[in-house]
């Protein structure tokens, strides 16, 4: 049983208590397990609430930048920060996007990201520098080993309900559903290279335009580099709970309790009505697809690893 305050948690679960524990006797008492579970919760929910008002004050931490790429397990991050700050809906925090190559931000939605105090959201190097209001504003990002990143968004794209696709990109997400993968990896529509062709590259380069050669990547691959070093963290989503902790130490947001880590891919493959497994999808040509369009990419991967090596020594 969730209490009221569980359901506003932006879907953390907290976990200190394991609520399959069976009840000691059956009485007309309220069962023992069921109380201690809210109570956890209700106490859980109390501190919260505390970092809430701490952090809300003039002398609260600095503002919290969360350039969130797809498939790392960022909206993890971006829930227990929202829950600890307040989410977009309070204002406190903001959600900004770069879906569609031909629709950038609108200053409307940079000046609102501005007044919050953690904005997140897949958008670019150059649209964090817009809503940056001060040089002291903490900035991170989280990395997953490309090839996986990739194979993760196919099959959420595949699987997304079409309730829920973004207008703008509705033929883009339905084909992903009706092709099969190996045609979908060849397409040559803009919008697919925008979400699909070396995604983090473009993104921390600031760049969100998709190079026509090998030199025009490098460029951008260089700046990538030199962007990824001047950001205050780079976490990795294969350590997301140390990584988590890291974080919010770093931007003084207390860690309250544990989280269950969001699997948004894994979740829409189990709500498929016909159970079938969607591994058989990755055909060796698909796999070939998959490697050329994430691989500059993967050597970005490998100078991030080498510099959290550094950092750390």
Known sequence: MKSRWAKKTSGISFMSIDKRTKPLEKNNLVPYHRFVTQFAQMRAGTRLREIRAQLMTKDGPRQIIFLHLPKTGGSTVRSYLE???GSFRSRHAARIWEYDPNK??????IVEARKCRFVSGHFSWQAMKKVR???SAF???MLREPVERMKSLCLYMRNHPVNKIPRDMYDVFVAAAQQPLDVYLRSEDPRFHHIFNNFT????SGDMSVPTDDAQWRVRLEQAKQ???DLDYVGFSRTLEAELQKILAQCNVPYVA???????TKYLIEKRRDGSDETHVFTDDVMRSVERLSVY?????????TLADRRRH
């Not at 544990?258 to 948004?264: A, D, F, T």
């Not at 990419?297 to 690893?305: I, K, N």
């Open 83 to 85: 829950a600890c700050i």
């Open 104 to 109: 950038p931000l609108t200053e409307e939605a």
């Open 133 to 135: 209001k001060h040089p």
């Open 139 to 141: 900035t991170f990002t």
């Open 201 to 204: 590259v473009r993104a921390v």
């Open 227 to 229: 962007n990824l070093a």
């Open 258 to 264: 544990p989280i269950r880590r969001q699997n948004e």
């Open 297 to 305: 990419d993967c050597e970005l991967f490998v100078f991030a690893e």
